[in-house]
């Protein structure tokens, strides 16, 4: 195995990414979810490393990626997506998101079908509205102090984009995901922070959308990494 790693200039930032070669047919590109950042899938890296070249990326305003200019917005993030693997020469690559990241493929994929194998969109949302209600209020709480800590001391601005994102974030339609042409996982808890009725509405606006409901909350990946990966890897090396 080797690793090249950097980073790629996208606008006006700076995104780092990592390229494990595994010397595999297929390339599988891990986005992480929102105030994380790629170190957080290591030990997916390394049970994935098996079976598919890793692409892991540190999205814009996260980990070892810069804000660039302006606020982070998850529609940036996509085109980052777009730049690190054209400049890769990657293609037909399969992507795999986690919340945020999961968020930011949505937007990514109808845009971009020609460089997408298959899908994995795990405890994603169209928007605010797909949050449970408990979550919905402490979202809302977070982001309105998030807010006045900034209005206090502006070094905390990076914390009220993160707050941003979840709350203002995504503005998806199901039209518009209905565009995905690959072949896409949608997975979710069923102690999610996502209601079940909104991940029901994302599967079904796929054309070629399969549910997994699994017992756990938003973080059971990191929770149970081989039991995930298993899940996936069965998805993503099925060819029917």
Not at 72 to 100: Q, Y
């Amino acid at each position: 195995m080797s690793v090249h790693s950097g980073k790629i200039r996208s606008g006006s930032a700076q995104i780092y990414y990592e390229l494990h070669q595994n010397q595999k047919e297929k390339t599988l590109v891990l986005l992480h979810g929102n105030a994380e950042s790629s170190e957080r899938f290591a030990k997916h890296a390394e049970i994935f490393g098996e079976y598919f070249n890793i692409l892991l990326i540190d999205s814009r305003g996260h980990g070892l990626s810069t804000v660039g200019d302006g606020d982070l917005s998850l529609d940036k993030m996509a085109v980052d997506l777009e730049n690190i693997l054209n400049t890769l020469g990657l293609e037909k690559v399969h992507i795999l998101g986690f919340s945020d990241g999961a968020n930011t493929a949505m937007i990514f994929a109808p845009k971009n079908n020609e460089l997408i194998d298959k899908l994995v969109l795990v405890g994603g949302n169209l928007d605010y509205s797909g949050f449970t209600l408990q979550t919905k209020a402490l979202v809302a709480i977070g982001y309105f102090l998030a807010w006045i800590n900034m209005k206090v001391d502006k070094t905390n601005r990076i914390n009220y984009e993160y707050y941003y994102l979840m709350f203002k974030e995504p503005h998806l339609k199901p039209y518009y995901i209905n565009k995905i042409q690959a072949k896409t996982l949608v997975m979710a808890g069923d102690k999610d922070m996502i209601s079940r009725s909104h991940t029901d509405l994302i599967v079904n606006s796929i054309k070629n959308g399969i549910l997994k409901i699994y017992r756990g909350d938003h973080f059971y990946i990191y929770r149970q990494p081989e039991e995930f990966c298993k899940y996936v890897i069965n998805f993503l090396n099925n060819d029917e």
